[in-house]
């Protein structure tokens, strides 16, 4: 590399999807005559960001898939893929064989839920800009606001068998309307888009996702759900109907 130039940005993509779930084949169950999988693939496919695409299964049938639509297979450990894994341990190795089989390592790394329909390039692109204009952040992630849920409205059961706060509020009178609370956000899980120096290499991230790093950059989305049963099948239908296009 010439002095003085700056070295590019490599951006990837990763798709994540087991072969075994709660939903059989959730993963590649049909919506809308493509299979399940195929939406988030496609949406980074379309994004101008994203050089290279890989995906990450114990399915061969998934990987075959994933090929078809463009995407590099990383056949991934049986260990790596029961139910109590974690995601994060699936990142690593994937990042661990770009570098041995490819020698490549990416700086953004764009890590996608193959459970997933509501995934937007825009909201992608949204996500590397963040990054790219802010080397600092550690990850950029779709949200969604939820105050009926909000942490200070939830209980837990005490050593007695009662309903207690999760907090501490020492004294603070906490209103019973969820609109003069603090607003709360959720994350999606439909996709991270991740610096991976600072966030899966990084140190003390935020719990209980500590991988994402410590400072993570909300995307806010109206809407988004992950497919566990085959009712959210129909939700996913029902969402790119109202999209106007299956190609969102």
Same mark, same amino acid.
């Given at each position: 590399?010439?002095?003085?130039? +700056?070295?590019?940005?490599?951006?990837?993509?990763?798709?994540?999807?087991?072969?075994?779930?709660?939903?059989?084949?959730?993963?590649?169950?049909?919506?809308?005559?493509?299979?399940?999988? =195929?939406?988030?693939?496609?949406?980074?496919?379309? $994004?101008?960001?994203?050089? %290279?695409?890989? *995906? =990450? $299964?114990?399915?061969?049938?998934?990987? !075959?898939? *994933?090929? !078809?639509?463009?995407?590099?297979?990383?056949? %991934?450990?049986?260990?790596?893929?029961?139910?109590?894994? +974690?995601?994060?341990?699936?990142?690593?190795?994937?990042?661990?064989?770009?570098?041995?089989?490819?020698?490549?390592?990416?700086?953004?790394?764009?890590?996608?839920? !193959?459970?997933?329909?509501?995934? +937007?390039?825009?909201?992608?692109?949204?996500?590397?800009?963040?990054?790219?204009?802010?080397?600092?952040?550690?990850?950029?992630?779709?949200?969604?606001?939820?105050?009926?849920?909000?942490?200070?409205? @939830?209980?837990?059961?005490?050593?007695?068998?009662?309903?207690? *706060?999760?907090?501490?509020?020492?004294?603070?009178?906490?209103?019973?309307? %969820?609109?003069?609370?603090?607003?709360?956000?959720?994350?999606?899980?439909?996709?991270?888009?991740?610096?991976?120096?600072?966030?899966?290499?990084?140190?003390?991230?935020?719990?209980?996702?500590?991988?994402?790093? +410590?400072?993570?950059?909300?995307?806010?989305?109206?809407?988004?759900?992950?497919?566990?049963?085959?009712?959210?099948? @129909?939700?996913?239908?029902?969402?790119?109907?109202?999209?106007? $296009?299956?190609?969102?």
């Amino acid at each position: 590399m010439e002095a003085g130039r +700056k070295r590019k940005t490599e951006i990837a993509a990763l798709l994540t999807a087991k072969g075994s779930s709660t939903l059989c084949n959730k993963n590649i169950l049909q919506v809308r005559n493509k299979p399940l999988l =195929s939406y988030p693939a496609d949406a980074a496919r379309r $994004s101008g960001f994203i050089e %290279r695409f890989y *995906a =990450s $299964s114990d399915s061969e049938e998934i990987l !075959g898939i *994933a090929g !078809g639509l463009g995407y590099l297979k990383i056949r %991934r450990p049986d260990e790596l893929a029961q139910p109590e894994s +974690k995601h994060v341990d699936a990142i690593l190795h994937a990042l661990k064989v770009m570098g041995e089989a490819d020698d490549y390592q990416p700086d953004i790394l764009v890590v996608l839920l !193959g459970n997933n329909v509501t995934t +937007k390039t825009e909201w992608i692109d949204e996500g590397i800009r963040h990054i790219l204009n802010d080397p600092t952040l550690s990850a950029a992630v779709p949200v969604h606001n939820d105050q009926d849920h909000h942490p200070f409205r @939830a209980k837990r059961v005490n050593a007695e068998g009662l309903l207690d *706060a999760f907090f501490d509020f020492k004294g603070a009178q906490i209103s019973t309307n %969820r609109q003069e609370l603090e607003p709360c956000y959720y994350l999606c899980h439909n996709f991270w888009v991740l610096n991976v120096a600072e966030s899966v290499f990084g140190k003390d991230g935020q719990q209980p996702w500590a991988f994402m790093g +410590k400072r993570v950059k909300p995307i806010v989305v109206e809407e988004c759900f992950d497919v566990h049963d085959e009712d959210d099948i @129909a939700a996913c239908e029902k969402w790119l109907n109202e999209q106007g $296009s299956s190609d969102v």
